[in-house]
């Protein structure tokens, strides 16, 4: 899915204190794509001074980040939730915007501009899994090409290990602390109507069609 994820969801994990709030505003009023990156890394790059909270932080990685609003156009729900990795260097980004599901992943150094990105990613201590991502066109960002299933497979409290290879082919590398990840993915299944929503805390019996009417007799054929 060659959908465009707003780097606005990044911009959020950097809005931990009142300057960061202002200045993420003001980005986000930025209609230009290439200048609002331009507007979010200089937030990023304010953020990684010696006055930022240590790596081992409840700051750095543990709680995720969830704006809900609605969309202009049509009032449709807007979710958008990031988690910082523990390092604090990383985001890991989802979204549910017209509708549709976006998964990203951006390590701070990275960058690999289209079409794909080699991923190599891990799930807790399930086998490691190995996939082309999407490039997003600021190059800054890697796309999952399935997101409803990636996100369906993070756990609570558990954790992610990201690889992406960028454009000489080096490694970048990020860890997360997934927390209470079935809280974002039950937010995000409920905005985008996920098929099989009931995964994430829905009552299967209310999504369950209701039984048909048993049909009437046929009436008997009358004798000649």
Not at 1 to 28: F, N
Not at 89 to 103: G, P, W
């Amino acid at each position: 899915m060659r959908a465009t994820l707003i780097i606005a969801c990044a911009g959020l994990l950097l809005a931990a204190g009142a300057h960061a709030q202002e200045a993420l505003k003001l980005c986000r009023q930025i209609k230009d794509d290439g200048e609002r990156l331009k507007c979010y890394d200089g937030i990023d790059v304010s953020a990684s001074n010696p006055a930022r909270p240590p790596a081992d932080s409840k700051q750095a990685g543990a709680p995720w980040l969830i704006t809900d609003e609605k969309s202009p156009l049509d009032d449709s729900p807007l979710v958008s939730a990031a988690l910082a990795s523990s390092d604090g260097r990383s985001h890991l980004l989802m979204r549910c915007k017209d509708r549709k599901t976006e998964a990203a992943v951006s390590i701070r150094g990275f960058i690999k501009c289209g079409p794909d990105v080699r991923v190599v990613y891990r799930v807790d201590q399930s086998e490691a899994t190995e996939i082309p991502w999407i490039a997003h066109s600021t190059c800054y960002l890697a796309l999952a090409p399935s997101p409803i299933p990636f996100i369906r497979s993070l756990t609570d409290e558990g954790k992610i290990y990201v690889r992406m290879f960028d454009h000489h082919g080096a490694p970048h590398e990020a860890l997360f602390n997934l927390g209470k990840v079935s809280e974002v993915r039950s937010r995000l299944a409920q905005a985008c109507n996920w098929d099989g929503a009931a995964n994430t805390g829905s009552d299967p019996a209310a999504k369950a069609p209701a039984p048909a009417p048993a049909a009437a007799p046929s009436p008997k054929a009358r004798p000649k």
